[in-house]
C-alpha cells in the first residue's frame, strides 16, 4: 500500500480554515486519496474523497495538487467539534476487501 | 440515521478467558470489518468478511480470533483466550460497497487482566 505522510499535529483557531497536508508522493493512478478523523473516544468517521479532481461536501473541502502526490484537506470554518485526529488514506480501486491502513494521523486541536 | 452499534461498551476479563464483542452492522451493508487500536497506537485492521465468510484478515488475526455473523444482523468478534496484549478498543465498520465510505461503532473497550 502506497504510503502517507502527514504532520503530527497542528492548531487553529476556532471559526478559522484550517488546511491539513497529506504528502503520498509514491501514489498510484489507481488510489483514491480518503480522509477519515477520529474524535475523541469514538470510532473513526469518513469525511470526504476524491481521485484527481478537487471535491466539497457539508464537511470539508480536498484539493487534490496537480501531480497528484499531495492532497488538502481544508475545514472553512473549525469549530471545536472539530478537534480530532485526521487521516489521509490511499485507497486502490483494486484493494482486496477494501480494508482501510491507518497511519498516525495530524492531531487537530481548535483553540476557542 | 442508521448507525452501527457495538456492545458491551467495556468488557474486562481475566487472561485466559473467551471474549465475544458484538457488532449490530448498518442493515443493508454488505462488507464488514474488525479493526482494534491499542492505547495511544494507531488503528489496525484485523478481518474483511463478505458474503458470510473471510475474505481478507491481517497477520494479528490468528487462530485465537474467530468471526461469524450468526443470523443475519449481528457481526461478532470472538477471542478463544484472551492475552493482556488483546486489551484494546476494538471497532466494528460495515459498507455498502467495496471502496464505499466505511461506518464505525462507538468501539468496546477490552481490558484484559
Known amino acids: 500500500d502506497a504510503k502517507t505522510t502527514q504532520p503530527n499535529s497542528m492548531e487553529s483557531n476556532e471559526e478559522e480554515p484550517v488546511h491539513l497536508p497529506c504528502n503520498h508522493s509514491t501514489i498510484s493512478g489507481t488510489d483514491y486519496i480518503h480522509w477519515y478523523r477520529q474524535l475523541p473516544s469514538q470510532g473513526p468517521e469518513y469525511v470526504i474523497h476524491?481521485?484527481?479532481s478537487n471535491v466539497n461536501n457539508r464537511m470539508a473541502s480536498l484539493a487534490i495538487a496537480e501531480d497528484r502526490k499531495s492532497s488538502t484537506l481544508i475545514l472553512h470554518r473549525a469549530t471545536l467539534r472539530d478537534a480530532a485526529v485526521y487521516y489521509c488514506?490511499?485507497?486502490?480501486?483494486?484493494?482486496?476487501?477494501?480494508?482501510?491502513?491507518f497511519g498516525q494521523g495530524t492531531e487537530l486541536s481548535v483553540k476557542p | 440515521e442508521p448507525e452501527v452499534t457495538q456492545t458491551p461498551s467495556h468488557q474486562v476479563t481475566q487472561m485466559g478467558q473467551e471474549v465475544i464483542l458484538r457488532c449490530v452492522p448498518i442493515s443493508n451493508h454488505l462488507y464488514f470489518y474488525w479493526y482494534r487500536q491499542i492505547l495511544g497506537q494507531k488503528v489496525e485492521f484485523l478481518v474483511f468478511?463478505?458474503?458470510?465468510?473471510?475474505?481478507?484478515k491481517s497477520e494479528i488475526f490468528d487462530d485465537q480470533f474467530s468471526v461469524e455473523r450468526p443470523d443475519g444482523s449481528n457481526f461478532t468478534l470472538k477471542i478463544r483466550s484472551t492475552k493482556l496484549e488483546d486489551s484494546a478498543m476494538y471497532f466494528c465498520a460495515s459498507s455498502p460497497g467495496l471502496l464505499a465510505e466505511q461506518f464505525f461503532g462507538p468501539g468496546t473497550r477490552l481490558t484484559v487482566l
Open positions: 488514506i490511499l485507497r486502490a480501486i483494486y484493494n482486496q476487501g477494501g480494508k482501510l491502513i
Open positions: 468478511f463478505y458474503n458470510n465468510e473471510i475474505s481478507e
Open positions: 476524491g481521485l484527481t
